[in-house]
């Protein structure tokens, strides 16, 4: 009988456990049609660093101006395509290509390394989830790429993505890292001020633009290879 009753708990738990996750992929799905159209006014990203500052108590000054593709320099969207996800017109949310290139590279050295996430899982995981690495947050992210490509298209999942990504402490967005970083709008970056914040993606906390030399000198090359 008490084994009984365990059982139906445990089978309980476990429909729990569906019917939750199952309703945050309803919930992101309908916020994603929803982005074909609205502008978000803010990110669980950017949510989770006035949190923290708040509980740190530490100044947070928040620059975030949502500007459309067409008012994003070119040399930005090409240099940030070629840094993050250079498969990204040929993928489907999830580059099964470099998943196993990440896989054979962790294999070989015995640990976990590099995400290898591509644009649309780093967007996904700006939108809904945070900075935090652990194995339920990939597995959100990896199952609600191929979502945000099903209800957005190409040039959208980008637009968000340049206007959504952290390029500094509260700094948020193509726009406000061309201002922050060189007093010119986004749609005046030239191909090395593109290249050197494309370089500082990884790691925007720590990396500034004037130190990324060997990186967006690499991030150059790969657009010109890509004919941008």
């Known amino acids: ?18 019917g939750a996750i199952l309703l945050v992929h309803l919930c992101a799905l309908l916020v994603l049609v929803a982005l074909r159209w609205i502008d978000p006014p803010t990110t669980a990203v950017q949510a989770e660093r006035r949190v923290s500052a708040w509980i740190l108590h530490k100044p947070y000054r928040k620059q975030y101006a949502f500007v459309p593709l067409r008012r994003i320099s070119p040399n930005l969207q090409h240099a940030v395509v070629a840094a993050e996800d250079g498969r990204f017109y040929r993928h489907h949310g999830i580059d099964w290509h470099e998943v196993q290139t990440v896989v054979d590279e962790d294999l070989n050295k015995g640990k976990l390394g590099r995400g290898g996430s591509t644009i649309t899982q780093q ?6 989830l945070s900075t935090n690495r652990s194995l339920l947050w990939k597995a959100l992210e990896f199952t609600l790429a191929p979502e945000a490509e099903l209800a957005l298209p190409k040039h959208r999942i980008l637009e968000l993505y340049l206007n959504a990504v952290e390029w500094g402490p509260g700094i948020y967005g193509a726009e406000a890292a061309a201002n922050s970083w060189y007093h010119v709008p986004a749609a005046r970056l030239d191909r090395d001020q593109a290249a050197r914040l494309a370089a500082m993606l990884p790691s ?3 990396r500034r633009p ?18 941008w």
Do not use: D, H, Q
């Not at 089978?11 to 729990?16: A, E, G, K, N, Q």
């Open 123 to 128: 967007l996904v995981k700006n939108l809904f």
């Open 204 to 206: 925007p906390l720590r």
């Open 210 to 227: 004037g130190r990324v030399n060997w990186y967006s000198a690499e991030i150059e090359r790969r657009m010109e290879e890509a004919g």
């Open 1 to 18: 009988m008490v084994r009984g009753k365990r059982g139906g708990v445990l089978r309980s738990v476990l429909l729990l456990g569906v």
